[in-house]
């Protein structure tokens, strides 16, 4: 390590190591008037913390870097729509596509908070998003299925219900969908 004097304050630069393009790493530290003592001891108990951290990130690739910015964002989101927060909830989700747009539960949790927002519309095209990256996932069902239905596309929406079924035969909100939708469409007899 060296130190350094700028501007009358201590700083001192640890080398870290060298990126994936051979590029030297270091972290500087700038101390107080005076406080040479204290940022040399700071430095020499950070110092290990700081190699291992520094080691640890240059063993993850971009993409799990990715994952793990999403999934935060992610969690976010989901707190906020615990919370009742569902614009919120939007904004955090559209945030996790923005940094990783191959998840596709981001796109199915952004359809539930939209569907409480009653934005079946944009529920739909977020469903059908996440169904293009995973096609049996079984909630981006039900929730396209909920949309259409909303959106008076009868036929599709039983569509939806009806492959849900199929995947799962038991799933109870599936069945009652489809027996809500077939039931506001027979025919019940006149009575002359």
């Known amino acids: 390590a060296m130190l350094a004097s ?7 630069s640890m080398p870290l190591g060298a990126d994936k393009r051979g590029q030297p790493v270091s972290l500087s530290l700038i101390g107080a008037r005076n406080a040479d003592d204290l940022l040399l001891d700071t430095a020499q108990s950070l110092a290990p913390v700081a190699r291992e951290a520094f080691a640890a990130c240059m063993k993850k690739d971009g993409d799990s870097l990715k994952r793990e910015g999403a999934a935060a964002l992610k969690e976010q989101g989901n707190r906020a729509f615990r919370d009742g927060e569902y614009f919120e909830a939007v904004q955090f989700y559209s945030q996790g596509i923005g940094v990783d747009d191959s998840i596709p539960v981001l796109y199915s949790n952004r359809a539930m908070a939209y569907l409480k927002l009653v934005n079946f519309v944009e529920a739909e095209r ?57 039931d506001a469409f027979s025919e019940e007899p006149v009575a002359e």
């Open 126 to 182: 977020d469903c059908s998003l996440a169904l293009s990256i995973d096609p049996g996932n079984v909630k981006a069902l039900l929730r396209r299925g909920t949309a259409r239905a909303y959106l008076a596309q009868f036929q599709q929406a039983l569509e939806d219900f009806n492959k849900v079924l199929s995947v799962e035969p038991s799933n109870a909100q599936a069945a009652q969908e489809i027996a809500r939708i077939k």
């Open 6 to 12: 700028a501007a009358g304050l201590p700083q001192l």
